[in-house]
């Protein structure tokens, strides 16, 4: 147990819809960063929060959208969804925005986008 | 950008059998160099990781060396085991951004 939690494990949806994905970090993580893993895509940065300020921007589609709040927990926001947004979505956070630290995963979401 | 090569999968060995998967990186700079395991349906987790040329990551056998002249990170395990059945991917990080290799498949047989 990394101690990163997502909620829901798993989603289903319909196409059009919005969905948030919930993340919790580490007691005492900062950073908290999202992953998208889909099996044409692999598994690609969208973007890391640091103490409630975005600081880095990945592959993140304008359909999406992330913010961490006062207690450092994370929502990504998907909406307009389509077909090819169906992959699994992982939450990570490490201590400080350091790139020496190593990254702590979530379970992951999947979401399913029928 | 940066950008992971990483050896392809999938790999399929016998207990106690030497392991080694290649990974390549092109980075501006130098950057801190990851490898993550991902076992059958969890996330990722560190597997080891090396901050500057010449370091050498060490974790549950496994091994790789900062390899700068050649932007080099391979991975290896002298003798595997079925628990080590994983999909393995490489990722050096840059201005905060984890970039994966397209990861490998490792199946060990008993």
């Known amino acids: 147990d990394s101690g990163v939690t997502q909620t829901p494990k798993h989603l289903i949806t319909a196409t059009g819809q919005r969905v948030t994905l919930r993340c919790s970090p580490r007691?005492?993580?900062?950073?908290v960063y999202w992953y998208q893993q889909s099996l044409d895509q692999g598994l690609q940065f969208l973007i890391q929060?640091?103490?409630?300020?975005?600081?880095a921007k990945g592959n993140i589609l304008e359909r999406f959208s992330a913010q961490q709040f006062p207690d450092l927990h994370s929502e990504l926001n998907l909406s307009s969804l389509e077909l090819g947004d169906s992959a699994l979505y992982f939450c990570?956070?490490?201590?400080?925005?350091?790139?020496?630290?190593?990254?702590?995963f979530g379970p992951g979401t999947r979401l399913t986008v029928t | 950008g940066d950008s992971v090569t990483q050896m392809e999968g999938p790999v399929t060995l016998s207990e106690e059998a030497f392991l080694t998967i290649n990974c390549t990186y092109t980075?501006?700079?130098?950057?801190?160099l990851f490898w993550y395991v991902q076992y059958p349906g969890e996330g990722l987790q560190l597997l080891l990781k090396?901050?500057?040329?010449?370091d050498k990551g060490s974790n549950k056998g496994f091994e790789a060396t900062y390899r700068k002249e050649t932007t080099s990170f391979h991975l290896e395990k002298g003798s595997v085991q079925v628990s080590d059945s994983a999909v393995y991917f490489c990722?050096?990080?840059?201005?905060?951004?984890?970039?994966f290799g397209a990861g490998t498949t490792v199946t060990v047989r008993a």
């Open positions: 990570a956070s490490s201590p400080t925005g350091s790139e020496t630290y190593e990254q702590y």
């Open positions: 007691s005492g993580d900062l950073s």
């Open positions: 929060y640091y103490n409630g300020e975005e600081r």
């Open positions: 980075a501006t700079g130098y950057p801190s």
């Open positions: 090396a901050t500057k040329a010449d």
């Open positions: 990722a050096p990080v840059n201005d905060y951004k984890l970039s």
